[in-house]
């Protein structure tokens, strides 16, 4: 196991946290995959999303890997009028990480993170620990005071 940059983060501050790791498939990077690789509930994976708000600029939103971004919520949720999700081509300049292995911990900078709401009904999530095949296991309110985030419903219905 390779220890990430998220991991030494959550280990000065003193979080406990597990890792989890998987087999990568390069054809299917997605969150779904991840799930399945390990075994859990799709609901407890969260997949970390980067957007950018025309008034507010960059932020995070943490969804379930099967869910999908409403960007007119989203937008309301962060005062903007419209939000997108930022290129893959931007993805690394932005945060530090890579698609298929972005952490909301640990990024270049801090940008203001949501978490969905539906994280609150699990004990444990999962999210990505910043490369490809590691996942970080960790209770959804320790990571949301880690990284300052908010918990709040903007998925589509």
Known sequence: MIKTNAMRMLDKAG???DTREYTVDEQDLSGSHAA????VDHGSVFKTLVLKGEKTGYFVCCIPVDGELDLKKTAKLTGDKKVEMISVKDLQ??????????????MKRHFPT???ASAESYSE????????????VIAPRKLAAFIQGKFASFMMN
Do not use: F, K
Request: aromatic content about 8%; charged content about 15%.
């Open 125 to 136: 999530i999962v999210v990505s620990a910043g490369i490809r095949g590691q996942q970080i």
């Open 114 to 116: 949501w978490i969905d």
């Open 36 to 39: 399945d690789m390990l075994g």
């Open 93 to 106: 300049s932005v945060t530090g990480y890579i698609r298929g292995g972005c952490s909301p911990v640990g």
């Open 15 to 17: 979080i406990e946290y």
